[in-house]
């Protein structure tokens, strides 16, 4: 039986596991609140998870890691700086506790994007460092987890950076896998390697060549933190990969350049019919910030325009959107737009929930 979900209405789902996976990172479990189900999901995408914080329902968006179909969601959160939603998973909650969680969704995935088959065989390239292991990971467990002959597994390389041993989320797990299956291997990159024959120092277009010589053979899916992303990205297009089979992953929110609100400049009015209530503005504060501090329902998740969890509709007035990603042409059409990337620019009345 397959958990259902219901639209992009948040789910009430307990936790029944939670355990370190390294000293600042833990792995929690959670699943339906009533019976055994089992979750379907495309390997890579993502949940938004919402916890109460001061009084408010706040949401932060998480890679699944373990393989769809099973009972349970497994999430692998790391401790952030400021970071309230990670930090509140990794002290605050226990099991048994429950926490509010939207659908899976994401656009990086391996089905929607699947690998290139090279001489009959798919050959595929695995990049992370730090907590960006997630969703890759997810996709390893896919491929090995088949054994149809119609669906052979994938030959995977798969190329992690981190601290050190210790410091490698599910580094068990990867050995493991390196050790049972034949077309699985793996090249952790330790800045210290002590104890271990795994390379040590930091990954460097040369170093990326000497692991994976058939690299440019290979379809590549990638996910880490912004430099160590946008540096990867440079060496794989020197090395002359085809970079339409590259695909990355970031929750890096973006910049957005905000205009400044100088008392010459006229306010604008948000309104919100099905709420009764018109909110003052500024021209170029972010819809999602202006819905957010008047206390309306919004979620905001990733912050970035990539997970949809703000998508709302302008019915008059005008918006600067800076991406659409999650939004069908149809959508577009009907003036839905992702609130935490969408400047006000003139009055507007807004449909939210």
């Known amino acids: 039986m397959f958990f259902e979900w219901h639209g992009q209405q948040p789910q009430t789902l307990r936790c029944i596991d939670k355990y370190f996976e390294t000293d600042d990172s833990v792995s929690i479990r959670l699943a339906d609140c009533r019976e055994p189900r089992q979750f379907q999901f495309k390997p890579g995408q993502f949940v938004n998870v919402g916890v109460p914080i001061d ?9 699944i890691s373990s393989p769809s179909h099973e009972t349970y969601l497994q999430l692998t959160i790391k401790r952030v700086r400021g970071g309230t939603v990670s930090n509140y998973l990794l002290d605050t909650l226990q099991v ?3 926490v509010q969680v939207l659908p899976p969704t994401g656009n990086f995935n391996c089905i929607d994007n699947p690998p290139q088959s090279h001489q009959g065989q798919a050959q595929v390239l695995l990049l992370s460092a730090g907590c960006g292991i997630t969703p890759v990971f ?3 467990q896919h491929w090995l987890n088949q054994t149809t002959p119609d669906e052979w597994p ?5 190329v ?11 580094y068990d797990q990867l050995e493991t896998l390196d050790a049972v299956y034949d077309h699985f291997h793996l090249q952790l990159v330790l800045k210290n390697r002590d104890g271990t024959a795994h390379t040590q120092g930091r990954l460097s277009e040369s170093l990326l060549k000497r692991l994976v010589p058939d690299v440019r053979q290979r379809t590549v899916y990638l996910c880490g933190p912004s430099q160590y992303m946008q540096d990867t990205v440079t060496y794989l297009h020197a090395l002359g990969c085809d970079m339409a089979n590259v695909y990355q992953e970031s929750f890096t929110p973006t910049r957005h350049s905000h205009a400044k609100a100088e008392r010459a400049l006229p306010n604008v009015q948000v309104a919100v019919p099905k709420y009764a209530q018109t909110i003052h503005a500024q021209p170029g504060q972010l819809l999602a910030d202006v819905l957010e501090e008047a206390g309306l329902p ?7 325009g990539i997970c949809g969890s703000c998508k709302c509709r ?10 659409q990603d999650t939004l069908t042409d149809e959508e577009i059409a009907k003036g839905y737009v992702l609130a935490c990337s969408a400047s006000i620019n003139t009055d507007v009345d807004v449909e939210i929930g």
Do not use: K, N
């Not at 992690?160 to 599910?170: D, F, G, K």
């Open 154 to 158: 994938a030959d995977i390389v798969f």
């Open 138 to 140: 997810a996709m390893a």
């Open 55 to 63: 009084g408010h329902m706040v949401y932060r968006a998480y890679s």
């Open 96 to 98: 048994d506790d429950t």
């Open 314 to 323: 302008v019915t008059r007035g005008e918006v600067v959107t800076t991406s």
């Open 298 to 304: 919004l979620v905001t998740a990733c912050r970035s």
């Open 160 to 170: 992690h950076s981190a601290r050190s041993p210790e410091a490698t989320i599910y």
